[in-house]
């Protein structure tokens, strides 16, 4: 008779994840970590023995549905203790990392309580709550979290589809006198180039064509490469870009000082980088930006534009903006709107300030009532959804690659991305899908394009040579 090793007890974990992308990467993460413990991801609490709530801290409204989220557990957890069964809840992310003592005292009905730092650790958390302690671990440790976390997977990716997030960077050491980064994400921190490498070879193994590196300041990314040579996020992308099936780099969040002149040439250089930039500039009034410690002036960011511009002419343009930071006049948002329109930001995040304690915009004198913010939000909005179409509209006549991702919606469709990541309907073959190709888009709607496809790609070996010279160049 041969020995089985028991397998471990299957458990299932429901992961809730509000907030950035950062947050869905750190979701799949935590589940990766976990699963070797016997977690099966299932798709609703109501199925779930571990609930991980994935907070979000960076406005009021975002931290506020933590609370009632966990009631509405602690309800369902003490309806099933009437039958003997159990729940357990776990607060994860920023809210955590902010405000871990307030849970516990708040909550008692959480079990664990852990900042974005931690989650490499959660496996042994939870054998601790699982022995009946209530864990807080919401330090920022010493060691790379990356190092014992497990990479993205290709067999997870698969079901995720071609297009995949990858966290670089994490953390931020600006201060911008409205935000909570700093203190929930830590100061700046870079994986090392081989680690995002590796990460990257594994998913494209898995299928993903397209990736989308994260960071809060991701374009200050500098990563140590084997040699203990510091490396940029433009010859980042650059190495990202040799890897057999990455076709599409994108990445997100940006500030504007970081834009540096070896990133602004990889656009010009560097066909797998898109041509959709985000990157904020919160307010197009010099007082405002001052006040918000952004450390730059509207001439400074536009004159970061023009660069990028010149780099790459078909850039299109995104961004964040915060109306009703203190002391906004109604001048001050003029010019935002102006900046708004000068830049032509093809779409823009909008929101109205939003106090966060410990920042220093949250004791300013001047705070703006709640009315103002709401009537510049609206307009604001409306200024940018105007541009929006007409950017959409703008495209239409033009041949662009579009990302074939999936069956349309009828038979016989087929639906991808455009480089602006505008969703593109069309007839064709299904077999396409995972294809680049090149499409004549014919109809702009309201949220998505109709495209025809022209012809299915071949390699373009203009684009070999260019990478050739690339190569040379670094
Ligand atoms: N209030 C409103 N918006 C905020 N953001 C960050 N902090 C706040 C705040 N306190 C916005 C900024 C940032 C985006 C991620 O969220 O525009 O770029
Ligand atoms: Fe927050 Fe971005 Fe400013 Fe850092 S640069 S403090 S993440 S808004």
Redesign the pocket.
């Known amino acids: 008779m041969t020995e089985t090793t028991p397998e471990p007890t299957s458990k299932k974990l429901f992961i809730k994840t509000y907030g950035c992308q950062m947050n869905v990467y750190d979701s799949d993460r935590m589940a990766d970590a976990l699963a070797p413990h016997g977690y099966e991801p299932v798709q609703a609490a109501e199925d779930a023995d571990l609930v991980v709530l994935n907070t979000c801290h960076i406005r009021e409204k975002a931290s506020e549905k933590v609370f009632s989220e966990i009631g509405r557990l602690r309800e369902m957890r003490d309806e099933r203790r009437l039958t003997g069964g159990d729940l357990m809840i776990g607060v994860a992310g920023c809210v955590a990392q902010a405000e871990g003592d307030e849970i516990v005292r708040r909550a008692p009905a959480v079990n664990l309580v852990f900042g974005p730092q931690s989650y490499h650790r959660l496996p042994e958390l939870l054998a601790r709550a699982h022995n009946g302690a209530r864990v807080v671990d919401t330090d920022f440790p010493e060691e790379d979290k990356f190092e014992h976390l497990p990479a993205a997977k290709k067999e997870v990716t698969l079901k995720r589809g071609l297009t995949a997030f990858l966290t670089v960077q994490e953390g931020?050491d600006?201060?911008?006198s409205f935000?909570v980064?700093?203190y929930t994400r830590g100061s700046e921190t870079s994986r090392p180039l081989e680690q995002v490498l590796r990460e990257a070879e594994t998913l494209a193994e898995g299928g993903v064509r397209e990736l989308t590196l994260l960071g809060?300041?991701v374009n200050a990314y500098h990563g140590l490469d084997s040699r203990g040579r510091t490396v940029g996020l433009g010859e980042l992308c650059y190495r990202l870009s040799l890897i057999p099936g990455i076709a599409r780099i994108r990445y997100t969040?940006s500030?504007p000082l970081d834009m540096t002149d070896e990133l602004i040439e990889m656009h010009r250089d560097l066909d797998a980088l898109m041509p959709y930039l985000h990157l904020?500039i919160q307010s197009g009034s010099d007082a405002i930006l001052r006040s918000m410690n952004r450390r730059h002036t509207v001439a400074e960011y536009m004159a970061v534009i023009e660069r990028i511009k010149t780099a790459r002419p078909d850039m299109a343009m995104s961004g964040d903006f915060i109306v009703g930071f203190p002391g906004e006049t109604d001048a001050d948002f003029e010019a935002t709107m102006q900046v708004v329109r000068e830049v032509g930001y093809a779409s823009a995040y909008t929101f109205k300030y939003s106090i966060r304690p410990g920042t220093p915009g949250a004791t300013m004198e001047n705070q703006v009532p709640e009315a103002k913010k709401a009537e510049r939000l609206t307009r604001i909005n409306e200024q940018i959804n105007t541009q929006m179409h007409a950017f959409h509209r703008s495209v239409v006549g033009r041949t662009l690659p579009v990302l074939i991702e999936k069956p349309g919606r009828h038979p016989g469709q087929i639906g991808g991305r455009s480089p602006y990541l505008q969703a593109v309907h069309m007839d064709g073959p299904t077999r396409l899908i995972g294809q680049i190709i090149p499409v004549e888009i014919v109809e702009a709607r309201n949220n998505s394009l109709i495209g025809k496809i022209v012809t299915v790609a071949e390699p373009n070996p203009a684009s070999v040579i260019e990478s050739q010279a690339i190569a040379a160049h670094i």
């Open positions: 931020c600006k201060f911008c935000c980064v700093p809060q300041n969040t500030h904020p």
